[in-house]
Every structure is written in C-alpha cells, then in structure tokens.
C-alpha cells in the first residue's frame, strides 16, 4: 500500500544547536514546548550531514542536495539545478518558502 504524502513541513534552523532542543536532547535544560510538540507530530532525522556549515551554502546543500561549498562560491540555486521543492511540486504537494532571506524566495519560487 502506498501513501500519499500531500502536505511536508520543514523546518530549517541552520543556526541552531540540536542538543538544545528537547525534542531531541530531552536533558538539554532547554524549554521548547512548541517545537516538541512538532517534532512529536513529525519525522525527526537523528543522522543529517551538511555538507556546508554557513547557512547560505547549508541551505543550497539542503535544496539541492548539492555539498559543493568548497568549490562554489556562496550563491543562488542555478537556472540548471532543480531543488526539491520541483519534484515535490510535481509530485503534487504545495510548497511554501518562509525565509528571512529575501534572495531564496525569488529563486525558489521560479524552479
């Protein structure tokens, strides 16, 4: 039996420490009702590497899945590269991109 997913939340915290999130380090000392409350509802992933640790690369590595910090500058997604959010579009499931960066919006929405 297959399932169809048609709704994906992502949260992307790239500056933010798992072992402070009690969801995931429940000792930590940290209170982050909200999140646990989410990530109780949700897929938590215990083994992400990026490829990247600023965050603008972090996020290209995650969209992508590209890990090409140490031979791309800092930069947008290409015009040739389909992030994620393509195939789950095409998979029909809504995307949505909240962001403080004003740049990503633009480039995602248009891939």
Same mark, same amino acid.
Do not use: F, K, W
């Given at each position: 039996m297959e399932t169809k997913v048609d709704r994906v939340v992502l949260v992307l915290l790239d500056s933010l420490n798992r072992h402070m999130l009690s969801a995931y380090a429940p000792d930590c000392g940290v209170d982050t =009702?909200?999140?646990d409350r989410l990530a109780?509802?949700?897929?938590r992933f215990m083994r992400h590497y990026s490829g990247s640790l =600023?965050?603008?690369p972090a996020r290209h590595d995650l969209l992508c899945g590209a890990l090409d910090f140490l031979w791309k500058p800092w930069g947008?997604?290409?015009q040739w590269e389909r992030p994620i959010?393509?195939?789950l579009r095409q998979a029909g499931v809504m995307t949505q991109l909240i962001?403080?960066?004003l740049l990503w919006t633009a480039i995602v929405y248009v891939s």
């Open positions: =009702p909200n999140l109780a509802r949700g897929r =600023p965050c603008i947008s997604i290409e959010t393509h195939y962001t403080d960066q």
